[in-house]
């Protein structure tokens, strides 16, 4: 199994930038893809990014391309989300998720990180 921790949620004004992570463990941490995933009560959970397992394909939400790059670190330990120009509708509750490679099927997740945007 997978574990996953998420940090760096706050609160950050319209336009500012946040800097999420996300640890991964165990002992086939490194073979799963990663996401980032937000989700508001009572409402879908959303697809933000992705990450392969090599680090070197991304997808992102049509609604924060151009705002925000997910990463990944070459141990395959750690994925990261830079958010850049944050708007108000970015507020959720962020979630690190983590697939079998090529698959497709989040199935592990992480206990989620609050970002507030204020205006």
């Known amino acids: 199994q997978v574990q996953l921790v998420e940090t760096g949620g706050g609160l950050v004004q319209a336009g500012g930038s946040l800097r999420l992570s996300c640890v991964a463990s165990?002992?086939?941490?490194?073979?799963?893809?990663i996401g980032w995933f937000r989700q508001v009560p009572g409402k879908e959970r959303d697809f933000v990014a992705t990450?392969?397992?090599?680090?070197?394909?991304?997808q992102y939400a049509d609604s924060v391309k151009g705002r925000f790059t997910i990463s990944r670190d070459n141990t395959k330990t750690t994925v990261y989300l830079q958010m850049n120009s944050l708007k108000s509708e970015d507020t959720a509750v962020y979630y690190c998720?983590?697939?079998?490679?090529?698959?497709?099927?989040?199935?592990?997740w992480g206990q989620g990180t609050q970002v507030t945007v204020s205006s």
């Open positions: 165990g002992r086939t941490f490194s073979l799963f893809d």
């Open positions: 990450i392969n397992w090599g680090g070197n394909i991304e």
């Open positions: 998720g983590a697939a079998p490679v090529n698959s497709g099927r989040y199935s592990y």
